[in-house]
């Protein structure tokens, strides 16, 4: 049976592991998941590399436990806060605006994480390129999905292609990023918000749905 010092131990090792995920996925949002290295982030912490190796045991697996702490705080970002609004036109619209708003108020120091390391890794194939992959599908599938909803409410035509608007929508999304992270200015989130809805409009049954209002 684990004594009192063994659980110590490990709510160390958790805390540890934790505190080398953030400062990971602070770093790769910013310089790339190549940036990471067991050394820098034990110098950054202020931890032996020691301590940090026993967490991952290699770069590729501190690459991919960053991934996935990034997926995590993506989904408390930018999903949580619209998980309640019902199925329609406003939860679409509120899931485009929930991801500018992630962007804009640098939830990661550069901004959007994934498009920030995908550019990286999109066309090596391995591991980090897989879980990547899996990540930027899971997202368009979400978007996806809730324009499918939105469709079955009677909110989106019946002949809308849900794959070309979740295209559409995610590219206009991505584009503000890039701009915003580059220029250093918010007007490409305005310009985003703007375009986001002319985009839904177009496919809506009523171009004059209230949740397609312009934002003032």
């Known amino acids: ?19 080398v995920l953030r400062r990971a996925v602070e770093i ?18 202020g931890l032996s590399k020691s301590g940090v190796f026993a967490g991952f045991g290699s770069k590729e697996e501190l690459q991919l436990a960053t991934v996935r702490a990034a997926r995590r705080i993506f989904a408390d970002a930018v999903l949580a806060p619209v998980a309640d609004i019902p199925p329609g036109l406003a939860r679409a619209r509120a899931l485009c605006e929930s991801w500018l708003a992630y962007s804009r108020t640098r939830v990661f120091p550069g901004g959007c994480f994934f498009f920030e390391v995908t550019a990286e890794f999109d066309a090596r194939p391995g591991p980090l390129r897989d879980a990547l992959a899996d990540s930027a599908r899971a997202w368009h599938r979400i978007v996806e999905d809730t324009l499918a909803e939105a469709r079955t409410a009677g909110a989106l035509r019946p002949d809308t292609d849900l794959g070309d608007l979740a295209f559409g929508l995610i590219a206009l999304l991505e584009a503000a990023n890039s701009q915003a992270v580059l220029h250093e200015e918010d007007t490409p989130y305005q310009r985003a918000g703007r375009l986001l809805l002319r985009l839904l409009r177009a496919e809506a049954t009523d171009p004059a749905d209230p949740a397609l209002a312009q934002a003032l």
Do not use: C, N, Q
């Open 1 to 19: 049976m684990a004594g009192p010092t063994t659980d110590r131990r490990l709510l160390r090792g958790e805390e540890t592991r934790r505190a």
């Open 28 to 45: 790769a949002s910013v310089e790339g998941l190549e940036a990471l290295s067991i050394g820098r982030l034990a110098t950054d912490l």
